[in-house]
């Protein structure tokens, strides 16, 4: 097989288009010959996002320099004839015009380059390392994970980064711009955030960002054993309205947060958990890392029915971690975990689909959400986050205290994440008992095999903690079980919760509902119409559908319990006090002292 390299060429002439123009040379080493044919091809996803997002449909004007010649031969794929050429160039543009943590975005302040969005890769030589050189805007500087290479005799202002392999490539995010950047170090290792827009944050702000952040990563690195698996790490914030999420890479990750995350508590909890999050996944999934996801096929979909560990166990450990790190306060974590037990409540998804299948299905469900998504799924975060907190009082109550979760996250590392030795799929259950050293058959049975309610009382009272449910002090005595959206001062109904009042009667998601019993709903506040009527009644529901105006009966559910809240019992014995005391660090504070 002909050895070859690959350099890529980055430039952003016109930042305000959202176009990006991308030169690609491919060279045989010195005495060897490009083969007749190449195919080269982008990848249709990027690992930590599961759906196919079909980047190529972003590619314009793909062209190879004479004499060689590309055709497209399929949606994300180009056969390059050489024609006996030395070397050959293929010169293209991606639309950039999408800010989230998985797509490109530019615009006159910044680049944020995704590698599975922007390269091309050689089919069949994925091993390839790949050479980068970025023509930076002047003013602007470069935040990336890729490591610098030397940059020779290029012209001013090109910056040079290299790439072990493809993985590689497509795992380090680029952010070019006007971004605030802040160094730091944790545990001997230097990490870095660029923060899009610059003044988002002041200077006191990013301090206590900076300080939080070392903080989080120091309590993550003692689970692992207390080394970094990194030899540097980025992390690209972007402070937006448009969306929130992260992405995790090896040796960084990608943010989107609201610019009011400084502004208040929630806002910055919110921002810390995502940073927990994104960081964990440094070693569980991307060193950790389900058979099934191993080795990254980037055209087309990756099985695994382990995303209920590798994203609901990291979601578990996200604000976890926050509390053993006393970033959030023991009743700030409680509040969390008794929301994510709160939306299961509401979901009745829950009942009809199993959390190791909705790992399986993410392709076809947690991504392509849709009116009907609450009765037939469940988010294997959250849920995955109930479970494992659930499994860890439950390992711990089992053994007397001797195991725990944090058990279990060891032994991953030392047998995988270490080894670089997958996890088999079907081997979770193994290793959970291995390590508890007892049975576990009936709570994955029961949490993760199969849609079933769980039960919270048994896990939680070895805790001292009970649930109490209850209806917002608002709510008015009886519920319809539908979602509105408001258009125009008008109510559409966005989605019908399965069994519910609303569902019994026939309403559709995209019904214009306009009157209840005569009385007109106002925009999406149906709670007026409802205060004053009795569970059980029968009401007219008077909805408009496709040009008809269609009065419904409908028999009113009763008030709704959405409310959850973690208590701790006054007389919780010293034994669950102390098996408290070890799940999160310190006891509750309702117990006082003596806790």
């Known amino acids: 097989m002909t050895p070859l390299s690959i350099v890529h060429r980055i430039a952003i002439p016109a930042p305000h288009t959202h176009l990006v123009e991308i030169e690609s040379t491919v060279s045989p080493h010195p005495g060897f010959a490009l083969p007749d044919a190449l195919v080269l091809f982008m990848a249709a996803w990027t690992p930590g996002s599961y759906l196919l997002r079909e980047y190529a449909r972003h590619v314009e004007g793909l062209a190879a320099g004479r004499p060689a010649r590309a055709t497209k031969i399929r949606k994300n794929a180009w056969r390059v004839d050489t024609g006996g050429a030395e070397h050959v160039t293929v010169r293209y543009r991606v639309y950039a015009g999408e800010l989230t943590v998985r797509t490109n975005h530019v615009d006159a302040t910044h680049a944020f380059l995704v590698g599975a969005a922007i390269f091309l890769g050689i089919e069949g030589r994925e091993e390839l390392g790949a050479r980068v050189e970025i023509a930076v805007p002047q003013d602007w500087r470069v935040a990336t994970a890729l490591a610098p290479a030397p940059a020779g005799d290029l012209p001013r202002g090109v910056r040079a980064f290299a790439a072990d392999d493809f993985d590689t490539l497509l795992d380090s995010p680029i952010e070019i711009g006007t971004h605030r950047e802040e160094s730091f170090d944790v545990l001997g290792r230097p990490h870095r955030y660029a923060i899009w827009p610059a003044g988002t944050a002041g200077d006191a ?155 399986f299905d993410a392709w076809i469900k947690l991504y392509r959400p849709d009116e009907n998504s609450q009765n ?29 979760l944090d058990a279990v996250l060891a032994h991953l590392w030392q047998a995988h994440g270490e080894t670089g030795h997958p996890v088999e799929e079907d081997a979770m259950q193994r290793v959970f008992e291995h390590v508890a050293g007892v049975p576990l058959g009936d709570l994955f049975d029961a949490w993760i095999h199969a849609p079933a309610e769980i039960d919270y009382a048994r896990p939680l009272a070895h805790v001292g903690c009970v649930i109490e449910r209850s209806a917002r002090a608002d709510a008015p005595p009886c519920s319809l079980g539908l979602r509105l959206r408001p258009e125009g001062g008008r109510a559409f109904v966005s989605s019908v919760t399965r069994g519910s009042t609303a569902w019994r009667a026939g309403i559709d998601p995209g019904d214009e509902l306009l009157a209840l019993d005569g009385q007109r709903i106002d925009g999406v506040n149906v709670d007026a119409a409802l205060r004053g009527r009795t569970p059980g009644a029968t009401v007219d529901l008077l909805v408009a559908r496709d040009g008809r105006i269609v009065s419904v009966p409908a028999v009113l559910d009763g008030q709704r319990q959405d409310r959850v809240k973690i208590v701790a019992k006054p007389d919780a014995s010293a034994g669950a006090r102390a098996a408290f005391t070890a799940w999160l660090g310190q006891g509750h504070p309702s117990w006082g002292a003596r806790a």
């Open 205 to 359: 702000d990013a301090r206590r960002l900076v300080e939080d952040t070392r903080t989080i990563v120091e309590t993550e690195a003692k689970l692992f054993g207390g080394s970094l698996p990194y030899r540097t790490y980025d992390l690209l914030l972007h402070l937006s309205t448009r969306g929130r999420g992260g992405l995790e890479h090896a040796a960084g990750a990608a943010l989107v947060a609201s610019p009011t995350s400084f502004a208040t508590r929630e806002g910055y909890l919110d921002l810390l958990s995502l940073v927990a999050h994104e960081v964990f996944h440094a070693w569980n999934v991307k060193r950790i890392r389900p058979a099934g996801l191993t080795p990254y096929r980037y055209g087309e979909e990756c099985y695994t029915r382990l995303l209920w560990w590798f994203e609901g166990g990291t979601s578990y450990y996200d604000w976890r971690v926050l509390a053993l790190a006393r970033l959030c306060t023991i009743e700030e974590y409680l509040d969390h975990l008794a929301a994510e037990i709160a939306y299961l409540d509401v979901t009745p998804g829950r009942l009809v689909h199993g959390l190791e299948d909705a790992s």
């Open 376 to 404: 037939s799924s469940v988010s294997y975060y959250r849920k995955g986050e109930v479970v494992c907190a659930l499994l860890d009082l439950e390992i711990r109550a089992r053994t007397n205290g001797r195991a725990t």
